[in-house]
Structures are given as C-alpha cells and as structure tokens.
C-alpha cells in the first residue's frame, strides 16, 4: 500500500513536470503578439441565427474555411488574417498563413495560441462542435451561410460590414453583380445547355439542386439534369443516358487531369452511351465553383464561355440581346468542343479590391 | 534384431493370418515445444509386434506416452528412432488416403461445428476409398450399414449426432472407424466416459470385431482389469519407457503394477487364466 | 439413409439456376428506364443472332450497356462473396467468418486508395487509367494475402485459430492505415472512395476486366469445389480430418488461396459489400445441409440470387438516385441474422 502510494505520487510528479515543459513549447515558440487594443464590442447576429459579441474592429482574424480565405483577400483584409486552415490554397499568399489545421478537425490549441479576435466559420463545412470549443475558450466564432449566389454575395457584403470595410465590401458585390447581370444579359434568350455536373466517377456524384453549385450552373445558363434534394446524389447511369445531357462539366486544378478522366471514361462500355461522350463535350472549369466565395463568378463566367461561346463576341456587352444567328441549343456536332481554359489565376477580381 | 522379421510383399496374402501385422521396432520419440531447447517428454526405444486378430493393450499412468505411442503408430508423428510397420509398409511414409485406408484411430471427438446425421458421419469412414470429388456409391452404403450393425447401432442412422447421449456417439465413432475397413483399429481411452457396463460392451464388441474381421486392435487405456480381461498383449509403460511387454498374466503382476501405479493392490488369477487386480486403500 | 448423388445435385442446382435466371430477368426489366420484355428479348435475339447491330427498342441500348453487365456484375461478385464465405467458414471451423474477416478487403481498399492517390502523378492511357483503381485494390489484396498467410502460420502449416488472429490484427492496422491516408485526401476524393467502402456496382467495367473476372471465378472456385468432400470431413475435426484421409495442410492452402483470390476479385471491383459472404452460406446450409459438394454450388447461386436483388433495389428503390448497395444487404442481412442467430439457440 504505502509503495503504491509513494509511487503514484512520483508519477504525478514527473507527469506534471513532462506537462508543465510540453505546455510550455508552443508558447515559447510563438511570438506572444499583444492583446487586441480596443476592447470595444458589439452583438450581431450571424448567418446561423447565432447572436455572437465581436470587436468593433476585429484585427486578428482567424479562418476555418477556405471560401471564407478568399473572400478576407478579395476584401482587402488579408493583413488582418493571422491563421487559416490546411486547405486555403487560394490566392497562393494564403499558403503562407500560419496554418491551423483542417476544417473539421481543426487544432483548437493552435487557434488559441494565435489570440484571434474573431474566427470565421461557414455553416456548410465546418462542425458545430468546433463553435461550441471557441465559445467555451471564449473566442467569438461568426458562421456564414450561403445556399445559392444571391447569398454568397450578400454574405460577402455582411462579412466586409463585420470587418469594417463595407464601401470595398460594396464595391466589390456590385462589380459582381453587374457581372453576373452582363452574362444574364449575354445569356438571356439563349435556352439552356443541359449539363451534367461531375463531382466524382466512381461512383458517379453530381451535385444536388439546392446547392450553390446548381445556383452556379443556372447563372451560366446550364441547367442541371439532377432533380434531387439531396447534397450529393448517386446518381444511376441508366438515368443520365436517358436525359442525355448535352456537356458533362468537370472541375480541375489542371486542364490535363481533366481530360485525362474524360478520356478514361470515354472507354467505359456504358459511359460511351452518353453523346456528350462520343462527341466530346465536356467542359471544364477551376474549382472555384466548389467554394461559396466571389471567385465562383469567374467560374461561371468561365462555364458560360464554354457552354455558349456564341454568345460571347469581341465587342463589349449590347444593351439588347447579342446572339443574331439562329439559336442553336448547342455547337454542331462535328465540331467538338473548345475547352477554354486558361491556366492563369483567377484574379480579375482581385484587380477591383485594391 | 528387425532383419528377423519378415515384411511380406503387397499382394502376398496367403499367410496374412499368422504373419505379424503390425510390427514396432526400436522406436523412439522426443518433443521439444522450441527446436533448440532440450526435449521435454521422450519415449524410450521400445518393440513390439502384434497379429491379426489380436487385441493390444497400451497399459500405464498419465503421462507415461501412451497416446505418444498411439500417434506413433497411427501415422500422425514421425519417430525418431526406429520404425513401425504395417503388413510390410512403414506407417509414416503411406500416403494419407491410403493410410485411412488400413488405419482407423476413434478418439474423443472434437466438437461439431454444423449438426450432422450420424450416417452421415459413419459416412466420413469411406472418404480415404475416393478420388477428388466423389459421391458415396451403392457399396459405400452397404458398408456404412454394416458398420452401424456390427456396433449394435444401427436404429441411430438417422439420428442428429447431437441429440444422443455420450454412449451411443461412442459406437457411432466406432462405426465410423470400421466403415474405413482397416487393418489396424487404434482407441485413444475409450472408456473414459463410460458407465461400468458400457465400457465391458465395448470391450467385448471389439474382441468380437477383432476376431471377425482379423482387425489388429490396440487399445490405450489405464483400465487395468479392463486390459487383464480382454487383451492378448499388454504393453506397460511409465514415464516414457517401456516396462513390460507380454500376455496380460506376465505383464500384471504385482510388484511391478504397484511401482508403476504407486497403490497397494493384489493380483488373482480368474478361472480363465486372466489377471485380476485389487486395490486397497492406502492406510 | 440418404446420401447426396450427383442427380439430386444436378437437380437442385438447376432449380437454383432457374432462379437466378428468373431474377435477372425481372432485374432487367426494373430500373429508371421502362422496359417491355418482349422488346428486349427480341432485340437479344437479333443481337445473338449478328442479325443487327442496332436495337429495335429505344432504350434496348442502355439495358445491354448499362443494367445486363451491371446485372452480371452482381452475380459474379454475389457469387463470390458466397463461395469465398462458405470457404473460410470451413476453413476457419468459425460460422461467424466472412470474407472480409482476414483483412482481404481492407488491403484492397488501402490499395484502391494509393491508386487513386498515384494516380494523379502518374501519366497513363485511358484504358489504364480507367483499370488502376481495380488493379490497385487487387494488389492490396494480394499483400494482404501473402502476409496473413505468413502471420498465420504454425509449425510451417496454417493453424485455424493463428490464421484467424493474424487476420484481424492486419485487418485492424490496415484500417488505421486506411484512415490516416483519408485525412489527407481532398474533398472529392473523400466523398468517392467513401461510397466505394460501402459496395457499389454502378461502375461500368472495362469488358476486359469481365472477362478476367469470370475466368478467375471459375478457376478460383473450381478448385475450392474438388477440395468438397475434404471440406466436410475438416470440420469434423482436424485431427480426425488427417486419419480420415485428408490431406489438410494441402487443403488448408488451396482453400485460402482460391477464397482469398476470390474475395480479392470481387472487392476490387465492387468495394466492400457485406452480409452476402456471411448470410448466404448460413441459409443455404439451413435449407440444403452442411454438405459442401451441395453447399458450395449452392453457396455460388444463391449469392448471386440475392446480390442481383439487392443491387436491383439499391437503383430503383430511390430512383434516379442509386443507394450503396451494401446498405441494401445491410438492411436486409442484419434482420435475418438475428433471425438465424434465434433459430441456432432454439
């Protein structure tokens, strides 16, 4: 009995002085940045319906998804962004952000170290759990909510509200609407391609049609041949031949990837069915569109281009309609179809927030 | 010593009924658990033959390698020394199937995973006579037939083997050994689990078997009356080596059986010429 | 007395076979196309007879191209699940075995997964793009293979108890191996292989690959069928098994070679689906007895019966969408195991 006893307390000894040196690293390794100067708040209520208390002026931002990275850049805000996630690849200048681990499973250790005024998450992909973990550590997490583009922008908006930037938050949402309104213009009266939106081949995954996505995909005037409430629906390739929609749209990092899955599905024995495989329209868009954030007007420019180059001329846009020639539902079919993709960063935008 | 005994050839079976059978020479056994420690249990170089028709009893406390030497015998461990014939043939180096084919071993039966008939399991003897994929023919089912009726069992044929009682498996095991139609029938303790009158029935069926159909049967046992009554030979081991190998009135005799079995007993000669033994108590 | 005979096995296979005809026929006939079965037969008919190479009825392209080798998929991997299933119940003298249960499956997924991660680097043909996933998660199996057989040894022959320790603890590892790799898969390639870990059959294969499936089918499960009788006599006992005349260390290989193979086959192909190698033995054994030289043939039908119907199910219960089918053997298998497990206890 009394060894035991003398042992456990050696133990929580040495335990406590292994915890005490191990706690000790990260914050030696840190440089302790100071405590936000201006302790001023106030209460908002976010796109969750959360009533949260954050800073007037929050100067040390940290952000747990990578739509949300690209929206602080386009604001102008990045030099307020102290810590992002694994994942925010976009612009290439987030990549050097102090990284603070993965969206659902983000290191609640790191995040603190970093003394965040303010951590961004979006409703979509980010955990309830890991909200409650910041209200307890008592950081003031502020959710975003965006189901189609209408709400991208207005979250856009409401973020540059939050940070204190509304005129750049309102100059940048109205470039992107008068975009958005050129191409429905451009788009207008020519009917709709039908699309197939490919999210993943084996098994095939489109995407939903109350997604953002699908919203995307009617700004470029595609509408997507899945009907179903789900996010992420299977869907039966007996189906998708049957409606026989007339391009298949990828998302790539790299055009060559991309064409590379298409031309290994083109061999499959029941993918040949689908005549936008035999006569090779597929169109092929960045990944943008997979993220609720303002590059995705890119993308369905982008897809636009793809799907209806006809529409799109030299001269600037018409006030009327600018397709004269009959409308065709889609390009000959002996012509196959132009992937126009360039491979330079999607940066108009950018230009707009400086 | 082993050039004295003749082997016969294959298909010499004019003098089958005087011949030695099974013939045991020299054979020694040693297991080591790991290859490179010392051996833990050996058996001692021992010899003995036997004939057709004749019951053998391996007689001795626990651990004395008697159903080492079984295995020996049966084919199922390679001895270290010395050799085991069959009717000319070392044991060991037959081919599985034909082995079944003149070996039959009934021991304690391991548990059944699927429920089964017990014709079904009678069935299982005629296995060793088949090639790859076969089906059981018209003589395959006769001879299972016969085997249930020379065990006294043939009303189980369709019983399930887990819904009869410990006696009535027992025969059906026996059954099942006889189907294979050996030369030699070996018994791993089969009175174990036997009431008094099961055990003589068992006995008595197998001197019968024996003398029937020209079975060599051995038997293991630590049964000394049982071995005294029925066996033409007794082999007495203890602890790895052999003691005495004869007829059971010169193998149980008293000083030897009480050094073997530490127990005060005394030996009396049946009418019949067979030992009996008494045990008293130890005070 | 009533031994099996070659005719009543003929006879009850054939049954069976009827059966499974049957349900493909109606397979054919279900799905998010509508179908008229006289249309169809006659377009087959023409089809067989090199008479046309177009079809008659509309949709009679999308049923041949897309539900018939999706139909036959189901057979040949029901059918393999099953025999691999009744195999290593033998084998492993355990009626809890499936095939999944030596870590065959998780080595093909890990495989399946450093494909689809490799893939990305690599520069290939189409046609080799299209086969690296399969081939990938055959590899995996493959390994997997050859190091339980490894672990699983004693004395230099597979030992029953061993063979089943050593799988599950590679089955374990290669989870966790299996998991860390996920992490660090993006988000697309999450939500795909995870659908493919619950069994899906709506690929379309390479018709290459089909016909290497079925070769290795019928040689696969060929050589576990001349292994029938000894089979039957190994789980009466090992020991017993040997002095019956079996010769159980050359059994006990080919056995776990060819179920290995099998199951190595049809995970490849079709991801992890479950229930059908546990269940399908277990009811065949109720209806037609513990006799392997019956139980395995109809191991083979009967698997292929409910595979067909479940993936049947799994594409039109929630038509246009596709469920994984193996909710679908979920959702029926854990119900009639309970009921099974009942009936073991009565």
């Given at each position: 009995?009394q ?16 915890g005490?040196?191990?706690g ?5 390794a ?5 405590a936000p ?9 976010d796109e969750?319906g959360?009533?949260v208390?954050?800073?007037l002026l929050?100067?040390r931002?940290v952000?747990l998804?990578p ?5 602080l ?5 990045q ?5 992002d ?5 976009f612009p ?5 952000k ?7 499973n983000p290191?609640?250790?790191?995040i603190a170290?970093?003394?965040p005024d303010l951590?961004l998450v979006?409703?979509e992909i980010?955990?309830?759990e890991?909200?409650r973990a910041?209200?307890a550590?008592?950081i003031p997490a502020y959710?975003?909510h965006?189901?189609?583009i209408d709400d ?6 409401k ?7 509304t ?10 609407r008068?975009?958005?309104a050129?191409?429905h213009?451009?788009l207008e ?7 197939l939106?490919v999210?993943w081949?084996r ?9 953002f996505?699908?919203d995307a995909?009617?700004?470029?005037d ?5 009907d179903?409430t789900q996010?992420w629906?299977?869907?039966?390739l007996?189906e998708v031949?049957?409606?026989?929609p007339?391009?298949l749209?990828f998302t790539?990092?790299?055009?060559e990837?991309?064409?590379r ?12 069915l689908l005549?936008?495989v035999?006569?090779?329209r597929?169109?092929?868009i960045?990944d943008a569109?997979n993220r609720?954030?303002?590059r995705?007007v890119?993308?369905?420019?982008e897809?636009a281009?793809?799907?209806?180059p006809a529409?799109?001329q030299?001269?600037?846009v018409?006030?009327?309609?600018a397709?004269?020639a009959p409308v065709?539902a889609?390009p000959?079919a ?11 960063p999607f940066?108009?935008?950018l230009a707009?927030?400086? | 010593m ?6 016969p050839l294959?298909g010499?079976?004019s ?7 099974l013939s045991v020479e020299?054979?020694?056994y040693a ?6 420690q ?8 021992m010899?003995?033959?036997?004939k057709p028709g004749?019951?053998?009893a391996?007689?001795?406390p626990n651990?004395?390698g008697?159903s ?6 049966s084919?199922a461990l390679h001895?270290?020394?010395?050799r085991?014939?069959l ?8 081919p599985?199937?034909t082995?079944a084919q003149r070996i039959?071993l009934v021991q304690?039966e391991?548990?059944l995973?699927?429920?089964?008939h017990?014709?079904?399991f009678v069935?299982?003897g ?5 090639g790859g994929l076969?089906?059981e023919?018209?003589?395959d ?5 016969n085997?249930l009726a020379?065990?006294g ?9 887990d819904k ?8 059906i095991?026996?059954?099942r ?6 030369l030699l029938l ?8 036997l009431?008094i ?8 069926s197998?001197?019968?078997l ?5 079975y ?13 009554e029925y ?8 602890r ?5 190998v004869g007829?059971p009135?010169?193998?149980?005799q008293r000083e030897i ?7 005060p007993?005394s ?6 010429g067979r030992p009996?033994?008494t045990l008293?108590?130890?005070k | 007395m009533?031994p099996?005979?070659?005719t ?6 054939g049954i069976?076979a009827?059966?499974l005809?049957a349900?493909?026929v109606?397979?054919?006939k279900l ?8 249309g169809l037969?006659?377009?087959?008919l023409s089809?067989l ?5 177009n079809l008659?009825?509309d949709?009679?392209m999308?049923?041949l191209?897309i539900?018939?080798?999706?139909i036959l998929?189901a057979?040949?991997v029901?059918?393999?699940l099953s025999v ?15 095939p999944y249960v030596?870590?065959?499956?998780s080595?093909?997924a890990?495989g399946a997964?450093v494909?689809?991660i490799v893939?990305?680097?690599l520069?290939?043909t189409?046609e080799?793009a299209?086969?690296i ?15 339980v ?6 004395d230099?022959?597979i030992?029953?108890t061993?063979l ?6 590679t ?5 966790a191996v299996?998991m860390f ?5 993006s988000g697309?390639?999450?939500?795909g292989?995870a659908?493919?870990?619950m069994?899906d059959l709506?690929t379309?294969?390479p ?5 290497f499936l079925?070769?290795g089918f019928?040689l696969?499960?060929?050589a576990?069928?001349t ?9 009466a ?10 010769d159980?260390p050359r059994?006990?290989?080919?056995v776990?070679i060819a179920a290995s193979i099998l ?7 079709s991801?992890t689906?479950g ?5 399908v033995?277990?009811v065949m054994?109720?209806i037609f007895g513990?006799d392997h030289?019956?139980?395995?043939p109809a191991?083979?039908l009967g698997?292929?019966?409910?595979l067909?119907?479940?993936d ?6 929630t038509?246009?969408?596709d469920?994984?089918v193996g909710?679908?053997?979920a ?5 009639l195991f ?5 009936r073991?206890?009565a």
């Amino acid at each position: 009995m009394q060894h035991g006893f003398a042992n456990a307390m050696r133990r929580a000894r040495v335990l406590g002085l292994a915890g005490l040196l191990l706690g000790a690293l990260p914050l030696s390794a840190q440089t302790l940045a100071p405590a936000p100067a201006s302790p001023a708040t106030r209460e908002v209520v976010d796109e969750a319906g959360r009533t949260v208390r954050v800073p007037l002026l929050p100067s040390r931002i940290v952000s747990l998804a990578p739509s949300l990275t690209e929206t602080l850049y386009a604001l102008g805000v990045q030099d307020r962004l102290v810590g992002d996630t694994d994942y925010c690849d976009f612009p290439p200048d987030a990549q050097k952000k102090q990284k603070v681990g993965g969206i659902i499973n983000p290191n609640l250790e790191e995040i603190a170290a970093l003394h965040p005024d303010l951590v961004l998450v979006t409703k979509e992909i980010n955990r309830l759990e890991t909200v409650r973990a910041l209200d307890a550590l008592g950081i003031p997490a502020y959710a975003t909510h965006s189901r189609n583009i209408d709400d991208i922008l207005s979250t856009t908006q409401k973020l540059a509200d939050l940070l204190g930037v509304t005129e750049t938050g309102k100059s940048l949402t109205a470039d992107l609407r008068a975009r958005l309104a050129a191409l429905h213009a451009r788009l207008e009266l020519l009917p709709p391609s039908r699309v197939l939106f490919v999210v993943w081949t084996r098994p095939l995954i489109s995407v939903g049609k109350n997604t953002f996505i699908a919203d995307a995909l009617r700004k470029a005037d595609a509408a997507s041949i899945v009907d179903a409430t789900q996010d992420w629906p299977q869907m039966n390739l007996e189906e998708v031949v049957r409606l026989q929609p007339d391009y298949l749209v990828f998302t790539a990092s790299h055009a060559e990837s991309a064409s590379r899955d298409f031309e290994s599905l083109a061999v499959l024995p029941g993918w040949k069915l689908l005549d936008a495989v035999r006569n090779r329209r597929f169109a092929v868009i960045s990944d943008a569109v997979n993220r609720p954030a303002p590059r995705i007007v890119s993308a369905i420019e982008e897809l636009a281009r793809q799907l209806h180059p006809a529409a799109f001329q030299e001269r600037p846009v018409p006030e009327e309609p600018a397709v004269p020639a009959p409308v065709q539902a889609n390009p000959p079919a002996a012509a196959p179809a132009h992937i126009a993709f360039n491979a330079q960063p999607f940066g108009e935008e950018l230009a707009c927030a400086r | 010593m082993s050039s004295a005994l003749r082997h016969p050839l294959p298909g010499d079976t004019s003098r089958a009924t005087t011949d030695v059978r099974l013939s045991v020479e020299q054979v020694s056994y040693a297991y080591a658990p790991n290859p490179s420690q010392a051996p833990l249990f050996t058996l001692e170089a021992m010899s003995f033959q036997a004939k057709p028709g004749e019951l053998v009893a391996i007689l001795g406390p626990n651990a004395s390698g008697k159903s080492t030497l079984l295995k020996l015998i049966s084919g199922a461990l390679h001895p270290l020394s010395g050799r085991i014939f069959l009717n000319g043939f070392e044991t060991h180096s037959l081919p599985v199937k034909t082995r079944a084919q003149r070996i039959a071993l009934v021991q304690q039966e391991s548990r059944l995973l699927f429920p089964s008939h017990a014709w079904e399991f009678v069935m299982q003897g005629r296995h060793a006579y088949g090639g790859g994929l076969r089906f059981e023919s018209q003589e395959d089912i006769l001879i299972a037939k016969n085997a249930l009726a020379q065990v006294g069992a043939a009303e189980l044929a369709d019983r399930w083997m887990d819904k009869i009682s410990g006696g009535e498996k027992q025969r059906i095991i026996l059954a099942r050994a006889l189907a294979q139609q050996p030369l030699l029938l070996l018994l791993d303790e089969p009175t174990l689990h036997l009431d008094i009158g099961a055990q003589v029935d068992l006995l008595e069926s197998l001197r019968r078997l024996a003398a029937q159909n020209r079975y060599t049967v051995v038997v293991v046992t630590h049964e000394l009356n049982l071995a005294g009554e029925y066996a033409d030979q007794v082999v007495l081991l203890q602890r790895g080596k052999c003691l005495r190998v004869g007829p059971p009135a010169t193998v149980l005799q008293r000083e030897i059986l009480e050094q073997v079995f530490q127990a005060p007993l005394s030996v009396e000669m049946t009418p019949s010429g067979r030992p009996r033994v008494t045990l008293f108590s130890n005070k | 007395m009533r031994p099996l005979t070659l005719t009543r096995l003929l006879i009850r296979c054939g049954i069976l076979a009827l059966i499974l005809f049957a349900v493909v026929v109606v397979a054919m006939k279900l799905g998010a196309v509508q179908v008229s079965l006289y249309g169809l037969g006659k377009d087959l008919l023409s089809v067989l007879l090199h008479r046309t190479t177009n079809l008659s009825s509309d949709y009679g392209m999308i049923v041949l191209g897309i539900r018939l080798p999706r139909i036959l998929l189901a057979v040949f991997v029901g059918a393999s699940l099953s025999v691999a299933g009744v195999s290593f119940q033998a084998l492993l003298r355990n009626p809890l075995a499936d095939p999944y249960v030596l870590g065959i499956s998780s080595g093909a997924a890990l495989g399946a997964i450093v494909a689809l991660i490799v893939e990305a680097r690599l520069d290939l043909t189409p046609e080799m793009a299209g086969l690296i996933t399969p081939v990938g998660a055959f590899l995996g199996a493959a390994l997997t293979i050859a190091a339980v057989y490894v672990l699983g040894r004693r004395d230099g022959q597979i030992d029953s108890t061993t063979l089943l320790l050593g799988g599950i603890i590679t089955a374990s590892f290669l989870q966790a191996v299996i998991m860390f790799l996920m992490t660090t898969l993006s988000g697309n390639n999450l939500r795909g292989s995870a659908f493919w870990f619950m069994g899906d059959l709506s690929t379309p294969q390479p018709r290459s690959l089909l016909y290497f499936l079925s070769f290795g089918f019928i040689l696969a499960a060929g050589a576990i069928y001349t292994t029938a009788s000894d089979l039957n006599l190994l789980l009466a006992g090992e020991k017993e098994a040997m002095h019956l005349g079996v010769d159980v260390p050359r059994v006990r290989i080919v056995v776990y070679i060819a179920a290995s193979i099998l199951t190595g086959l049809a995970v490849s192909v079709s991801g992890t689906i479950g229930y059908v190698g546990l269940l399908v033995p277990h009811v065949m054994r109720l209806i037609f007895g513990s006799d392997h030289r019956m139980l395995i043939p109809a191991s083979a039908l009967g698997g292929a019966i409910a595979l067909v119907i479940a993936d049947t199910l799994a594409r039109t219960v929630t038509s246009p969408t596709d469920l994984p089918v193996g909710a679908m053997t979920a959702l029926a298998g854990a119900p009639l195991f309970i009921y099974l497990l009942r009936r073991r206890m009565a």
